[in-house]
Each structure stands twice: as structure tokens, then as C-alpha cells.
Nanobody, 130 residues
Framework: QVQLVESGGGLVEPGGSLRLSCEASGFALDGYNVGWFRQAPGKDREGVSCISGSGEGTYHSEAVKGRFTVSRDNAKNTVFLQLDSLEPEDTAVYYC???????????????????????WGQGTLVTVSS
């Protein structure tokens, strides 16, 4: 069964850190670009950080640049998102998605592309609150 499973979400205080994981099963993730997306209550989904299959190409949105870092370990079939200096505005459900056609930047920026990404995870909740 082809699937992505996110983990690592939770409750953290402002200024804190979390590390999210996106593990693939049923397919080899190294052939896919992978993106992290988030959706806060009452808001549209937005692309956060995306990474190429090799890991050499990355994209971060302006909202998270300098605070979030995307990386991957293809030997473990897993992509990570390190969240540092968290703010209450980062509270959202975080999803990962993989695709073998969309480029790193387009999958993060263009919402019409996001709706057609090949595989999506079920999401993990990140809550930033004191």
C-alpha cells in the first residue's frame, strides 16, 4: 500500500522546536520531490517547505524561511521538517505530499498543482501556545 505517514507533532511553547517526520511505505521516496504543507483553522492550505528527490534543491516560504529546515534520508525513506523558533501563527495541521512530476518550487507555491500531487499523508497537528 502506497502511503505517507507524518509524525512528531504536538504542543510546544512559543520559541520552542519540533521535528516532524514523513515516512513513506509501498514506494521508494527517492524518486519523488516532497513538500510540507499546513492548514490552520479557518485558513487555506499553504506550502511551507519542499525538497527535491536528491535533497539538493529546497524551497521555504517567506513565512518560515530561517526558522524551518527541510531535509531527507532516502535510506530511511523519510523526509523531515525541523521547526525552530515556533510562533503561535505556526499552529496548524502539517501534511506531507510526494510527487514525481511537480518541481520543488511549483509544488510549494502553486495551489492548483498541490491538489494534484500524487500521494498525501494524513497530517500531524502542531500547536504553539503558552
Amino acid at each position: 500500500q502506497v502511503q505517507l505517514v507524518e509524525s512528531g507533532g504536538g504542543l510546544v511553547e512559543p520559541g520552542g522546536s519540533l521535528r516532524l517526520s514523513c515516512e513513506a511505505s509501498g514506494f521508494a521516496l527517492d524518486g519523488y520531490n516532497v513538500g510540507w504543507f499546513r492548514q490552520a483553522p479557518g485558513k487555506d492550505r499553504e506550502g511551507v517547505s519542499c525538497i527535491s528527490g536528491s535533497g539538493e534543491g529546497t524551497y521555504h516560504s517567506e513565512a518560515v524561511k530561517g526558522r524551518f529546515t527541510v531535509s531527507r534520508d532516502n535510506a530511511k525513506n523519510t523526509v523531515f521538517l525541523q521547526l525552530d523558533s515556533l510562533e503561535p501563527e505556526d499552529t496548524a495541521v502539517y501534511y506531507c505530499a510526494a510527487d514525481d512530476i511537480a518541481t520543488v518550487r511549483t509544488m510549494c507555491v502553486i495551489t492548483s498543482i498541490q491538489s494534484r500531487l500524487r500521494v498525501w499523508g494524513q497530517g500531524t497537528l502542531v500547536t504553539v501556545s503558552s
